[in-house]
C-alpha cells in the first residue's frame, strides 16, 4: 500500500470535519444541546456546544470512503457493515446521552449492544498462541464473545473517561489512532490501514476548535464514537499472533486505560459507586501540577506518544525478549503513576475540593 495514497483520504477526512465542525456548533446551540458545568466538570464555561462527535463522523464517513474507493483494499464487506451500523449506535448513543443525559446502565447496555454488532459482522478475538511453545488455542464462542465485548465497551469508556480538559480526548485518540494504523500497514491490514487514516484525520480536523481554549466539546457523541472505532481499529489491524503481541493495542491504549483501572480500584477502595464521578483522574491530577489546562493536555499527549512508541517496539519482539520488555514496562509505568500521585487512594468531596483549590490558585 502505497503510503502517499493515504494523504488523500487523511486530507478529505480532515477537510470535512474542520468545515463540518462550525456548523455542528450551531445545531448544538439551536437545539440547546450544550455543556452544563458541574461541581466534577474542569470546565465552568456554561453554554459550549457539544455534539463535535457529529463533524468527526461525517469527516471519518467521507475519509473511509474515498480510502476505500482510491486504495481499493481487499476486504470483507461484512466487517465495514459491522463497523458502520455498530458505529451509528454508538452515535445516536452519544447524541441522546448529550441532550437528555443517560445513566450508567442504559447506556452500558447499548454499547454491549454495539459490540454484539461488531462481533457478529466479524470483529472478534477468535483464537490465542501461547507465546514460548507457540501452541494455538481456539476460543470458544462464548469465550470470544465475552473478551470481545469486553475489550471493545472497555476501550470505548476509556476514551470517554479521559475526556476531561479541552482537546484531551480528540487529541490523544489521534495519537493512538496513528499508531495503531502504522502497526497495521507494517502488518498488512489494509481495512484496518483505512479506517485508522479516516479517524485519525477526523479528530485532527476538529481539534483546532477544540484545542485549548476549546469552542465546541466532543460531547459523548464524540469520545464514545472515539472510543469504539479505535477498539475496532485494534482488532482489525493487529495480527492476534500470540498473548504477547495483543499486548501492542494495550499498550498504545495505556494512558486511558490505567486511568480509567486505576479510577474503578479506587472507587471500590473508598466504598464509592464504581460510575461516580471524581475530580481525581490523571487529567485533574496534572492540571494541578501544571497549572493551565494547555500544559496538562500536552504532558499527556506526550505520555500517551511515549507509550505508542513502545508499543511499535514492542511488535519487533517475541518469546522471552517481549516478556522481559513488558515487565520492564510495567514497572517503569507504575513508578511513573505512583510520581504523579496516580496511585494514591485519597478521594471524596475534601481531596477534589483540595485539588480544586490548587488549581484555582495556581490560576490566579
Known sequence: MEALLLLLPLAVAFGVACLATPFVARLANALHIVDRPSERTVSQRSGMPLLGGLAVGLGFAAGLAVALWLLDPVYSWRHLQGLMLGGALILATGVVDDRWGM????????QFAAAAIAIAYGFQIGHITEPISRTSFALPIWLSWLVTSLWIVGVTNAINLVDGLDGLASGVAAIIGATLSFIAWQTGQPLAVCIGIALVGALLGFLP????????????TGSLLAGYLLALLALAGYRQVTLLT???PLLALAVPILDTAVSIVRRVRLGTPVFSAD????????LVAEGSARGAVLQIYFLTGC???????????????????????????????WNLGVLSQEGGKGR???LSARAEEKKS
Not at 476548535?209 to 459523548?220: E, S, T, V, Y
Request: include cysteine; charge should be positive.
Open 103 to 110: 445513566s450508567a446502565w442504559p447506556k452500558f447496555a447499548l
Open 209 to 220: 476548535f477544540n484545542f485549548p481554549p476549546a469552542r465546541i466539546f466532543l460531547g459523548d
Open 246 to 248: 495483543f499486548v501492542v
Open 279 to 286: 475530580r481525581l483522574h490523571l487529567h485533574h491530577r496534572l
Open 307 to 337: 507509550f505508542c512508541l513502545i508499543a511499535i517496539a514492542f511488535t519487533n519482539l517475541q518469546g522471552y525478549g517481549a516478556a522481559l520488555f513488558l515487565l520492564v514496562t510495567a514497572a517503569v509505568t507504575l513508578r511513573l503513576l
Open 352 to 354: 477534589s475540593g483540595e
